[in-house]
T-cell receptor, first 112, second 114 residues
């Protein structure tokens, strides 16, 4: 079956550091891939998405590229801020059903 | 601004009590979902509904039931709360016209069962 694997956290970085949060997936079809973010005390919100191979999703300085050859969708940001501290979830979705497959989440802590 | 509103942010209940968690969305979405969020386990789907009065079991429906009498409202019911149901509960909605996976979430309801 389909699955999503994220790097374990917490990930702790200093402000202005480069961020990578790894996400790999297994899927039988041609899924869409998503990154959601959950800021402290809030619900999840969609950060970015990609619907097919080689698509790059981007938002708020974050980027992720849908790599079919490595079955990956790693989240990157060139220079993180304290306000980026949150939990990040990678997810996979297929149009054939309503359900998303979620990674376990990665907590990101940015220190000033 | 689109909104999914969960009725209670924090609840404390006793073992055996009946618990209602309410969720309302103002986007006229057809699909609604209840998830449970636990550290290290990500989000697990409890139930979802793709239409009024329709419901489908998710991955962990045991001990829960749902009700969708109106399009905008989706309720999660714990008939007899147990301590292992202490968790964060997240409601979400989506429209069939959106790409699968574009969910809009409420802020969550943190339930503690003593």
């Amino acid at each position: 079956g389909n699955s999503v694997t994220q790097m374990e956290g917490p990930v702790t970085l200093s402000e202005e550091a480069f961020l990578t949060i790894n996400c790999t997936y297994t899927a039988t079809g041609y899924p869409s891939l998503f990154w959601y973010v959950q800021y402290p005390g809030e619900g999840l919100q969609l950060l970015l998405k990609a619907t097919k191979a080689d698509d790059k999703g981007s938002n708020k300085g974050f980027e992720a590229t849908y790599r079919k050859e490595t079955t990956s969708f790693h989240l990157e940001k060139g220079s993180v801020q304290v306000s980026d501290s949150a939990v990040y979830f990678c997810a996979l979705g297929e149009d054939s059903n309503y359900q998303l497959i979620w990674g376990a989440g990665t907590k990101l802590i940015i220190k000033p | 601004d689109v909104k999914v509103t969960q009725s209670s942010r924090y609840l404390v209940k006793r073992t055996g009590e009946k618990v209602f968690l309410e969720c309302v969305q103002d986007m006229d979405h057809e699909n609604m979902f209840w998830y449970r969020q636990d550290p290290g386990l990500g989000l697990r789907l409890i139930y979802f509904s793709y239409d009024v009065k329709m419901k489908e079991k998710g991955d962990i429906p045991e001990g829960y039931s749902v009700s969708r009498e109106k399009k905008e409202r989706f309720s999660l019911i714990l008939e007899s709360a147990s301590t292992n149901q202490t968790s964060m509960y997240l409601c979400a909605s989506s429209d069939p016209g959106l790409l699968t996976g574009e969910l809009f979430f409420g802020e969550g309801s943190r339930l503690t069962v003593l």
